[in-house]
């Protein structure tokens, strides 16, 4: 079952029956236990310990009840999960979230600190849901001479692994400004190479109007 929630510590996830799963290799976590609702185990395998990589759902009320004495497992934290022969990273892909990119004729101009960072007319426009448009350009539009490399990465389980530039002005260094996917997944393809910008921490102007900078969690 996908088990779609969101808070500190919750995230997207497939929920397994006990006959699905090998019991056998888990032992209770040291601890707690859990917060009542999910139980943590270790998992186990010869002479490899995972800590509190399953968790049982003891008990839950409605609706969650169904989910009760299933198993769910961390993400990324020594173990791999797969749908099918793809394997999926951070979270489970939550089916009521869509990612779309389309391709635009917009003029699209990236400021920061009053210096043209970036400007196109040819960019894709991706709209995810819950977050603001995100405007992908191709890197040929953007300045390069005020891209500076940065060692940080990301994983989205809707488009791959980006990795961050970091954008140099007269006024400083703004650090992660600027990510790429250079392979993203196959559903995702359209963004290949192409840089986007936070729109929290830039100044885009779409069509000659600059557009207000939206509240995230990357706002700060």
Do not use: Q
Not at 32 to 55: Q, T
């Amino acid at each position: 079952m996908l088990l779609a929630w969101y808070g500190p510590g919750r995230l997207p996830t497939y929920c397994l029956p006990a006959d699905d799963v090998r019991t056998y290799l888990f032992r209770p976590s040291a601890g707690s236990g859990g917060d009542g609702f999910v139980v943590d185990h270790d998992v186990v395998v010869g002479d490899l310990v995972v800590e509190r990589a399953a968790k049982l759902i003891s008990r839950a009320d409605p609706p969650l009840d169904v989910l009760g004495r299933h198993w769910t497992f961390t993400w990324d934290e020594g173990l791999s999960w797969f749908e099918e022969a793809f394997e999926v990273h951070v979270h489970a892909r939550d089916t009521s979230k869509r990612v779309d990119v389309v391709p635009s004729d917009r003029h699209v101009v990236v400021e920061l600190d009053g210096e043209v960072v970036a400007e196109s007319r040819r960019p894709h426009a991706l709209f995810e849901s819950t977050l603001p448009t995100r405007w992908y350009l191709p890197r040929e539009d953007v300045r390069a001479d005020m891209l500076v490399p940065s060692d940080s990465l990301s994983r989205c389980p809707y488009k791959g692994t980006a990795s961050y530039l970091s954008i140099r002005t007269a006024s400083g260094l703004h650090h992660d400004v600027v990510w790429t996917y250079p392979e993203p997944i196959p559903e995702c393809p359209r963004i290949a190479g192409l840089l986007a910008f936070f729109n929290e921490k830039v100044d885009l102007v779409i069509d000659g109007v600059c557009e207000e900078r939206p509240r995230s969690p990357w706002s700060s």
